[in-house]
Structure formats: C-alpha cells, structure tokens
C-alpha cells in the first residue's frame, strides 16, 4: 500500500518557470490537500478538495492553482515561480471531511533562484 | 480568519523530564488534531480529540480539549530521545484546517 505519492522529492526552479508537483492516494480517499512548510510558520494551507471535480482555497492559494479530475489525483501548478515560493510542499489526504486521520506523503522540496 | 497559536516554540528537556505543549484557537474547533514530525520527515496523525473537555492518553502522551473547544495540550511524561521532532497541533472548524507553528522538542540523554 504506497499511501499518498509526490513527485518531484526535490526541484529547483528559475523565477518565472511553470511546474507541476504530483500527488496520488491509493485510499481512496475523498478528501485531499497541499501545504506548504516553511520554517517557524508550521504547515499552511495551499488548496484542498473533497471530492472529484471539487476545489477550494486554503489559507495561501495565490500563485497556486489545483485540479481534482480523479479521486486519486490532486497536482498542484505553480504558475509563475517566485522566490516566496521556495518551500517544502506537503500533500496529504484523508477518508471523508469530517475530522478523520489525515495521511501525509513525504514532501517535495522546491528552491525558486 | 481562524488562527491557531502554538506555544512554546522551543522546549529543550533532559531526558526523564515531562514536556507540554499548547495550543489555542481565536475560534471555537469542531475538532483538533495532533501531529508529529521527525526531522526531515513528514507529520504523522497521533490522535483527535473532538468533545469538550475530552482526555486521550497513549501511553506517556496525555491529550487534552479544552472545555470551550479553543485549546489543547499534549503532555508527554518522562521524555524519552525516541520523542524528538515536532509537535503541531491542528484546529479544524467547518472546512478549514489550520495548522499551529509547531513545538520543536529537543531532549538530552
């Protein structure tokens, strides 16, 4: 059981560049989220779904955009790569919405120069 | 917006001492969660609590909800190394969850 999947582990990008982090639950899972972990700010709250073809903004959406096409399936886009947006990136997902245990994946490590 | 403050932000313990984390809420929680991160690593759910006033206890961690449903703390006695990293807490109301900054606990053998 492989549990929640992001790819890239690690990405450096140049400001301005477009790029596409993955995350994929094999759970089945309806609910799903990215944050972002920057020091001494703990985990934010990016962008979050709770079902197929659902979307919602979390605490810091801008410059992010998200899709739910499947239920397996949450990428996040970042649209034009900035500096502020050098973070590590963590998806996770959970069964329902209702407070249930939220999975982690490992984190993907982005640097923007 | 909800916010969720964490306090302290640092607690260096020698090993054997007790260790308590809190966190509080600028709004009422319909839940809180716990969440440990090893360095490097990733969170990992350790409990929920969801009724006011409710106590969990694993082992050497004591959870606790506040009766009001805007606080919470973890309580680990006697700290052991194995119980390094960081703590977090997070507070959900409605659809949003929010994260606290965390308690990096440290502890010496």
């Known amino acids: 059981n492989a549990g929640v999947t992001q790819t890239p582990k690690f990405q450096v990008l140049k400001t301005g560049q477009s790029m596409t982090l993955q995350c994929a639950q094999d759970?089945?899972?309806?609910?799903m989220s990215w944050y972002r972990q920057d020091p001494g700010m703990g985990l934010r709250l990016i962008h979050y779904?709770?079902?197929?073809?659902?979307?919602d903004q979390g605490e810091v959406p801008n410059g992010y955009n998200v899709s739910r096409s499947t239920t397996e399936d949450f990428p996040l886009r970042l649209l034009s790569a900035a500096p502020s947006q050098t973070s590590v990136y963590f998806c996770?997902?959970?069964?329902?919405?209702?407070?249930?245990?939220?999975?982690f994946g490992e984190g993907s490590w982005l640097t923007v120069v | 917006g909800q916010q969720v403050m964490q306090i302290p932000q640092y607690q260096h313990v020698q090993e054997g001492e007790d260790f308590t984390t809190y966190c509080n809420s600028s709004?009422?929680?319909?839940?809180i969660q716990w969440y440990k991160q090893r360095p490097g690593g990733h969170p990992v759910f350790l409990i929920q609590?969801?009724?006011?006033?409710e106590v969990k206890k694993q082992k050497r961690l004591t959870f606790q909800f506040g009766e009001a449903k805007k606080n919470s703390s973890l309580h680990i006695t006697a700290t052991q190394t194995t119980d390094v990293g960081t703590y977090f807490c997070?507070?959900?109301?409605?659809?949003?969850?929010?994260f606290g900054a965390g308690t990096r606990l440290t502890v010496k053998p």
């Open positions: 759970m089945n899972h309806e609910y």
């Open positions: 996770a997902s959970g069964s329902g919405f209702s407070g249930n245990t939220i999975y």
């Open positions: 997070a507070g959900r109301n409605n659809n949003d969850m929010r």
């Open positions: 709004t009422t929680l319909s839940n």
């Open positions: 779904s709770v079902g197929a073809g659902i979307t």
């Open positions: 609590l969801v009724k006011s006033g």
